[in-house]
């Protein structure tokens, strides 16, 4: 952990890419798409932005290491096979190494231009897409650098596909992902998964955390920029949770409400029960999918 230059308020505003929210804290998450520690963070976000979430807005910026598997070495592959299990065994959050050695992403750097694409619809938009393609990556062991499995990613969003598919085509999305490459390189960013936190003092350092840390390292750094103690917001019902991201991972669920394993089981099976949720075995743990009404009729 350590301070981050003012420098990027003067960086912000002369790059058309930034949309600040009026919120005392931004925090630049600075991922990897197919790197299975962003997606092992997935937990803690959720809790923060839920706890939090009134208190800061989040820019997702892209790594640049994604075209460094471009190669197609074998070797490559069974070390990012043995990194994802090592990964999904640490966290819990499960991955399936076995992807690199049966469908192996042949093109990251399509996946990163299609990430960039979605977000020309909305944050929001790009947010979810994101979390799109972890699902189907790391859950599905689709290749998501392929174009049909990301336009499925693009529908299950409910993206504009045609503009979608125009974006991607586009020096639009290739520049905000050159953009992003900028500001890794500006901040000195080295490692990925990192955050860093600035608050609407420009003369302050920002504070850079790279890597994993308990959940109350983030919500000290937060009490530090605000210059209070925040009080967090309840988190919703579960089910209202399960609904809002149609599927999460026991691991999440487990950490957003504070629960054992067998809690956490014991409160699915009741909304299972009630034919609301089913439950998707994975490699690691346990995933629940919300079920829409209209999938019941």
């Given at each position: 952990?350590?301070k981050?230059?003012?420098?990027?308020?003067?960086?912000?505003?002369?790059?058309?890419?930034?949309?600040?929210?009026?919120?005392?804290?931004?925090?630049?998450?600075?991922?990897?798409?197919?790197?299975?520690?962003?997606?092992?963070?997935?937990?803690?976000?959720?809790?923060?932005?839920?706890?939090?979430?009134?208190?800061?807005?989040?820019?997702?910026?892209l790594?640049?290491?994604?075209?460094?598997?471009?190669?197609?070495?074998?070797?490559?592959?069974?070390?990012?096979?043995?990194?994802?299990?090592?990964?999904?065994s640490?966290?819990?959050?499960?991955?399936?190494?076995?992807?690199?050695?049966?469908?192996?992403?042949?093109?990251?750097?399509?996946?990163?231009?299609?990430?960039?694409?979605?977000e020309?619809?909305?944050r929001?938009?790009?947010?979810?897409?994101?979390?799109?393609?972890q699902?189907?990556?790391?859950?599905?062991?689709?290749?998501v650098?392929?174009?049909?499995?990301?336009?499925?990613?693009?529908?299950?969003?409910?993206?504009?596909?045609?503009?979608?598919?125009?974006?991607?085509?586009?020096?639009?999305?290739?520049?905000?992902?050159?953009?992003?490459l900028?500001?890794?390189?500006?901040?000195?960013v080295?490692?990925?998964?990192?955050?860093?936190?600035?608050?609407?003092?420009?003369?302050e350092?920002?504070?850079?955390?790279?890597?994993?840390?308990?959940?109350?390292?983030?919500?000290?750094?937060?009490?530090?920029?605000?210059?209070?103690?925040?009080?967090?917001?309840?988190?919703?019902?579960?089910?209202?949770?399960?609904?809002?991201?149609?599927?999460?991972?026991?691991?999440?669920?487990?950490?957003?409400?504070?629960?054992?394993?067998?809690?956490?089981?014991?409160?699915?099976?009741?909304?299972?029960?009630?034919?609301?949720?089913?439950?998707?075995?994975?490699?690691?743990?346990?995933?629940?999918?919300?079920?829409?009404?209209?999938?019941?009729?």
């Amino acid at each position: 952990m350590n301070k981050q230059g003012p420098f990027h308020n003067q960086f912000i505003s002369s790059h058309h890419c930034f949309h600040s929210e009026k919120k005392p804290i931004e925090i630049y998450m600075f991922v990897d798409p197919l790197n299975p520690e962003c997606w092992a963070l997935e937990p803690i976000t959720k809790k923060l932005q839920i706890e939090y979430g009134r208190y800061f807005s989040i820019k997702h910026v892209l790594s640049g290491r994604l075209t460094s598997l471009n190669s197609g070495n074998k070797r490559d592959y069974q070390t990012k096979a043995d990194l994802w299990e090592k990964t999904a065994s640490r966290f819990g959050m499960s991955c399936d190494g076995s992807l690199w050695l049966e469908n192996p992403i042949s093109s990251p750097y399509l996946t990163s231009i299609a990430i960039k694409a979605a977000e020309l619809q909305g944050r929001r938009y790009g947010i979810r897409f994101l979390r799109k393609v972890q699902e189907v990556l790391f859950l599905e062991k689709q290749n998501v650098s392929s174009f049909d499995v990301l336009i499925q990613c693009a529908q299950s969003v409910n993206l504009d596909v045609d503009e979608f598919v125009n974006d991607i085509h586009s020096d639009v999305a290739s520049k905000a992902f050159q953009c992003d490459l900028k500001i890794m390189a500006e901040m000195e960013v080295h490692e990925i998964p990192t955050l860093v936190f600035f608050n609407e003092n420009i003369e302050e350092e920002g504070i850079k955390i790279t890597g994993h840390y308990p959940y109350e390292i983030y919500v000290q750094i937060l009490e530090e920029m605000l210059q209070h103690k925040p009080v967090p917001a309840a988190p919703p019902p579960l089910e209202s949770f399960v609904k809002y991201f149609k599927l999460v991972a026991d691991k999440e669920i487990a950490v957003v409400y504070n629960m054992s394993p067998n809690e956490v089981n014991r409160e699915m099976k009741k909304l299972q029960l009630k034919q609301k949720v089913e439950q998707i075995p994975a490699k690691y743990g346990t995933i629940w999918r919300w079920v829409d009404q209209s999938e019941r009729t």
